[in-house]
Every structure is written in C-alpha cells, then in structure tokens.
C-alpha cells in the first residue's frame, strides 16, 4: 500500500487517486505527467519522483499549505498511531 493511501486512511482530510497514467492518457495531458510518480496536491501543486517517507509528508503538508516550505511544522514521529 503506498504512503499516500496510508494517509488517507489515517485521516477523514485526506483522499488519495492512483492513476495508471498509460490508461487514462488524458489525465496524464491534464496534470502534465512527464514521468512517474508524479503527485498532485489539491489539484494544483505537484512533484515527481520518489521520496523517503519523511520528505514525502512534509512535501504533501507544504503543498497543502499546512506546514511552510522552511519545513515549519513536525511530520515525523507517530503519525500512523
């Protein structure tokens, strides 16, 4: 299961879209998919590549606006619990 779908288990706040984007060329047009993973944040903001877990969650909290990109808020310890 990716950290995405973990997240949006964990929190009514969060929804979380896999998309196979050779299926659904459209959507891949739309978002601008150049490569893969390639995720989008309140439909607006994105990033690609792979991340370690943490920098994942501080790159999706900064895309929300709930944290500042400096990193201003702590996304490490138990958020799982």
Do not use: W
Not at 9 to 38: D, I, K, M, W, Y
Not at 47 to 76: C, H, K, M, N, Y
């Amino acid at each position: 299961m990716s950290l995405a779908n973990r997240m949006a288990l964990a929190s009514p706040r969060v929804r979380a879209v896999c998309v196979e984007a050779n299926e659904f060329p459209q959507l891949s047009t739309q978002f601008r998919v150049r490569g893969v993973p390639h995720m989008v944040v309140n439909r607006s903001a994105s990033f690609v590549g792979a991340l370690p877990e943490r920098q994942f969650v501080s790159a999706v909290l900064e895309r929300a606006g709930v944290i500042e990109e400096d990193g201003g808020g702590d996304t490490g310890g138990d958020a799982g619990a």
